[in-house]
Nanobody, 120 residues
Framework: QVQLVESGGGLAQPGGSLRLSCAAS?????MGWFRQAPGKEREFVAA???????TYYSDSVKGRFTISRDNAKTMYLQMNSLRPDDTAVYYC?????????????????WGQGTQVTVSS
């Protein structure tokens, strides 16, 4: 089975930065980040495709977060200008489909999540 492991979460001050990583056991075309705060539904953050596919961001993080991946099996989320409402558990996910999507149901495998807390 595909395994995903997130890392890099922690505590940051408002306006600060964190960099999340997701290591996958196999290469997949589409990889994405979602987040879930207590009492909230799982929310799309960003997604990146394979070579020549591009990236896609939610409006809430556009201009602040940057998603990227290397040519191995690792995806990154650089989070800048963090705000308290960015606080959530962040999950990485992969999709076997060739189309980038913001819908959780389009992703097949999920990591365990990493906590991000933004507080002064």
């Amino acid at each position: 089975q595909v395994q995903l492991v997130e890392s890099g979460g922690g505590l940051a001050q408002p306006g600060g930065s964190l960099r999340l990583s997701c290591a996958a056991s196999v290469f997949t075309l589409i990889m994405g980040w979602f987040r879930q705060a207590p009492g909230k539904e799982r929310e799309f953050v960003a997604a990146v495709g394979g070579i020549g596919v591009g990236t896609y961001y939610s409006d809430s993080v556009k201009g602040r977060f940057t998603i990227s991946r290397d040519n191995a099996k690792t995806m990154y989320l650089q989070m800048n200008s963090l705000r308290p409402d960015d606080t959530a558990v962040y999950y990485c996910a992969t999709s076997v489909k060739p189309t980038i999507s913001s819908e959780p149901g389009e992703y097949n495998f999920w990591g365990q999540g990493t906590q991000v807390t933004v507080s002064s």
